[in-house]
C-alpha cells in the first residue's frame, strides 16, 4: 500500500529537546536542590518553548525538575491541562529528574493550551514552585495528529518498545502504518493489546484493525487481531529470544482526514513450552528430520512447525500427526505436504490422528507444516517413505 509521507518533514518538531526554562519561579538561573536543604524545586525545563505554536495534537510534554522528586508525588494532578485536570498520564524518570505528560485524547486543535505543574514534592517534601507552559495546538490533520514514533511505516523505520510498556495515545493517520520493534532477551509470550479510543463514525466495531507480528523478513507469524470490540484487539504469540517486529493499521483504510487514535499494551507472560526443533516457524527455518517417528514435539498459539525430509522421484511420502489438546481447547490444526513436483496436500480439520501423503515426481526436500491455535499441545509425528509400487 502507498502511504503518504507529506507530514514526515514535520515529525521533527515533535523531537524536541528540554528547552531551559526563564521566568517562572527559576531565578532566571539553573538550581539544583539536595536532599536537606530544605529549598523548593523548580522546574528548570519544558520540552516546549513557552508559547510555541503548530504543536502536535498527541505531543507529550516533558517536564524536567531541580532536583530528585518523589516519584509518588509526579503523578496525574501535579501535572495537569487547564480545562482538564485528569486530561493526561503523567510517568517519572528519577534518572533525567523529569515528567512526561501524555494527554489522554487529542488537545483541542488550534486553541491556546496551559499545563500547570504544581504540588509534586522532592525527596524532603518540599513543594515544586508552581510553573505553567502555554503552546498552541496546530490543525487537526496527518501532520499534527502524528504520534511521536512517526515516522515509522516500515520495519527499518521501526520505533522501539520495551516489552511490558504502556504507549498512549497513538494515533493511525489515514492510510499510515505503525511498525514497532521489540527485543526479549528470555523466552516469553508476548501480548499486543490496542485500547481503540477513537475511529472514524461509520467504522462499526473496526473490524478492519490489524495487528501483527513479524520476523526481520517482514513474514507474518499470523495475521490476527482484529475483533469488532474495541479494546479486546489482542494478539499473542510465544516467542524465543531475539528481536521481533509489530504492525498496527486499518486494513479497510481510514477515510481522508480520519484517523484512529488508541492506546498499545505489550504485555509478558509466560512462554508457551516449546520443543527442541524451535525455532522453525517459517519455511527457511524448516528441520530436517529423517524418516521414523518423532516424538516429544511442541505446538503453540499459532505457532508454525516446519520440517524437511528428503524423498526420490517416485517414492510416496506418508505423514501421520497425532496430537493432545489441552482439555476444552480447540483441537483444529493444519497440516501441509508439499513434495518436490507435485501440488500440496493440505488438511485443515480437527481429525485425530490425521494421515497426508504426496508421491515426489523428482528428487529434492519434501517440506512439511504442522499448526495448532492453541498453546500446549503435545504431539508426535511418523514419517514414512516408501517406493511406490
Ligand atoms: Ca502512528
Ligand atoms: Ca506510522
Ligand atoms: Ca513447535
Ligand atoms: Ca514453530
Redesign the pocket.
Given at each position: 500500500m502507498k502511504r503518504s509521507v507529506a507530514w514526515k518533514a514535520l515529525v521533527g518538531m515533535l523531537l524536541l529537546l528540554p528547552v531551559p526554562l526563564a521566568g517562572f519561579g527559576c531565578g532566571g538561573k539553573d538550581k539544583t536542590s539536595t536532599p536537606g536543604d530544605g529549598e523548593a524545586p523548580t522546574v528548570v525545563a519544558f520540552s516546549l518553548a513557552d508559547s510555541a505554536t503548530g504543536i502536535g495534537l498527541v505531543t507529550p510534554i516533558t517536564v524536567t525538575f531541580s532536583g530528585d522528586m518523589d516519584e509518588a508525588s509526579v503523578v496525574t494532578g501535579a501535572i495537569v491541562l487547564e480545562g482538564r485536570p485528569a486530561g493526561g498520564h503523567v510517568r517519572y524518570d528519577a534518572l533525567t529528574r523529569s515528567a512526561t505528560f501524555t494527554p489522554d485524547t487529542l488537545y483541542l486543535p488550534e486553541t491556546w493550551q496551559r499545563l500547570s505543574v504544581s504540588g509534586a514534592t522532592d525527596l524532603d517534601g518540599n513543594a515544586v514552585l508552581p510553573a505553567q507552559l502555554r503552546f498552541r495546538t496546530g490543525p487537526l490533520d496527518c501532520v499534527h495528529l502524528a504520534d511521536p514514533h512517526e515516522p515509522n511505516e516500515e520495519i527499518a523505520a521501526a520505533a522501539w518498545l520495551e516489552a511490558g510498556g504502556v504507549y498512549r495515545s497513538l494515533t493511525v493517520c489515514e492510510q499510515e502504518i505503525d511498525t514497532y520493534a521489540f527485543t526479549l532477551a528470555d523466552p516469553a509470550d508476548i501480548t499486543a493489546a490496542t485500547t481503540v479510543r477513537h475511529a472514524h463514525a461509520d467504522a462499526a466495531g473496526y473490524a478492519g484493525w490489524q495487528i501483527h507480528f513479524m520476523n526481520a523478513n517482514r513474514q507474518y507469524y499470523a495475521t490476527l487481531g482484529t475483533s469488532a470490540v474495541p479494546g479486546e484487539h489482542t494478539y499473542h504469540y510465544s516467542f524465543l529470544p531475539g528481536t521481533y517486529y509489530l504492525e498496527i493499521f486499518s486494513s479497510y483504510g481510514v477515510d481522508p482526514g480520519e484517523f484512529v487514535l488508541y492506546d498499545l499494551e505489550l504485555r509478558v507472560g509466560e512462554p508457551c513450552e516449546d520443543d527442541a526443533y524451535?525455532?522453525?516457524?517459517f519455511p527457511h527455518e524448516a528441520s530436517l528430520i529423517a524418516p521414523g517417528v518423532h516424538t516429544g514435539l511442541r505446538g503453540c498459539h499459532v505457532?508454525?512447525?516446519y520440517y524437511r525430509v528428503a524423498v526420490r522421484a517416485g517414492e510416496t511420502l506418508a505423514l501421520t500427526v497425532d496430537a493432545t489438546v489441552p482439555a476444552g481447547a480447540w483441537a483444529h490444526r493444519r497440516v501441509e505436504l508439499a513434495v518436490p513436483g507435485a501440488s500440496t496436500v493440505t488438511y485443515s480439520g480437527s481429525e485425530n490422528p490425521v494421515a497426508v501423503q504426496a508421491i515426489a515426481a523428482r528428487d529434492g526436500e519434501a517440506v512439511v507444516c504442522v499448526r495448532f491455535w492453541v498453546d500446549g499441545v503435545a504431539y508426535s509425528m511418523e514419517v514414512q517413505v516408501t517406493a511406490s509400487p
Open positions: 524451535e525455532d522453525n516457524d505457532d508454525a512447525d
